[in-house]
């Protein structure tokens, strides 16, 4: 099976679950405790229901949407996620030239393997950078200012990882960063020689916006993992976020927020948008999925903030349905990654491709012309 057989975000998955040894796939793949969020965050689109409205000229479907100040020309984009090349030796480079291609946003993670500045120097697209506000302030402070000489359009504050889900997968598999050569983990190097080979041809695994900053404090026998975990700060704050807020004064995303009430204090820092995300199942299980909170939110803050909904979306469908239900985007992390494992760049447009194209055959069909008029009208909740 090659990409051109992959039909659906599905048959990407099964792709990405041959390509890649087992410690990446379920990286990837999987979530936290009993992963019930994970599943849930997809289950939960089947409890809505689309209703078309017929008769109309529906020859031109226009998928433009205007988000963080920007117009992107589909209704979704790549969420951040760390460590691109343990799936494919063209990394985030892969994945940002293909949203580029596309013409929609990347997000850059904190934790990905390629710098900010490599991703700015590589594509002209819209990009943001997702941030941790980091028990070393400098280090925030320091993003900040690359971030704004580097072009960034925006910054996402990720808020639900204080520390690191429960990933249960990750220890069965002993998943490591960089990967470790150990007697089980060779096996599975062994049986997928591709990304072997590759690996051995392009050793770079290194977490790049941060690696100098271990270096530099001689931390370089700390592995970067843990210099990374021993960086998570249970001590952070709205009052660091409004802070954060005020040093980048441009388009600023919270990300992972669930509840009305975190959301109205979003608005009271001054953010711009929210992700309402429970970043893929991967943190506290048992969290609502994502497209449940999108009322609740929306009715609390009204045009206050910008909704982004991001966990759970394989079709393009379930864009539709977050935008019906208030969204005014939806981003994808998992959809691409497995895109990107099974066939770089290549993959990722794949996976673009295919969702873009579902969206916009979706919207025909629903008799919806433009994402401004997509409203609650085409939607209801199941009896
Ligand atoms: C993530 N996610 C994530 N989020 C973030 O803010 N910073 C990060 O570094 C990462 N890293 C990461 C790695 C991997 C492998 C995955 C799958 C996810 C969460 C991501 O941004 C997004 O919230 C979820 O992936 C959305 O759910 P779906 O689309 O994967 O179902």
Known sequence: ??????????????????????????????????????????????????????????ENIDLRTKILGTTLDLPFFLAPTGM?????????????????????????????????????ASTAGPKMFQIYILKDRGLTREFVTRCKEAGYQALCLTVDTMLSGNRERDRVNGMTMPPKFTLKSMMSYITHPVWAMNTLLHPDFKLANVAHRVDAI?????????????????????????????????????????????????????ASAIMISNHGGRQLDTTPAPVDCIRPIRDEVGNALELIVDGGIRRGTHVVKALALGANACSIGR?????LASGGQKGVEHAID??????????????????ASLTESYIQQRR
């Open 1 to 58: 099976m090659g990409l051109v057989n992959c039909n659906n975000i599905s048959d990407l998955r099964k792709l990405a679950h041959k390509k890649l040894p087992a410690p990446m796939f379920h990286y990837i793949d999987g979530g936290s405790d009993d992963e019930w969020t994970l599943g849930r965050s997809t289950d939960a689109f089947s409890d809505y229901e689309l209703l078309p409205s017929y008769l109309k000229n529906i």
């Open 84 to 120: 691109s090349r343990l799936f494919h030796h063209e990394k985030e480079l892969g994945a940002c030239k293909a949203a580029d291609k596309f013409g929609t946003l990347y997000s850059l993670s904190t934790l990905a393997t390629t710098s900010l500045e490599e991703v700015a």
């Open 218 to 270: 001689g931390k370089s026998t700390m592995g970067l993992m843990s210099y990374v975990n021993s960086q998570f700060d249970r001590t952070v704050t709205w009052d660091d976020a409004a802070w954060l807020v005020k040093e980048w004064g441009g388009p600023f995303v919270i990300k992972g927020l669930q509840t009305p009430a975190d959301a109205k204090r979003a608005v009271e820092i001054g």
């Open 335 to 339: 959809p691409y990654l497995y895109g």
């Open 354 to 371: 295919l969702l873009a194209k579902e969206v916009e055959r979706d919207m025909a069909l629903l008799g919806c012309t433009d994402i």
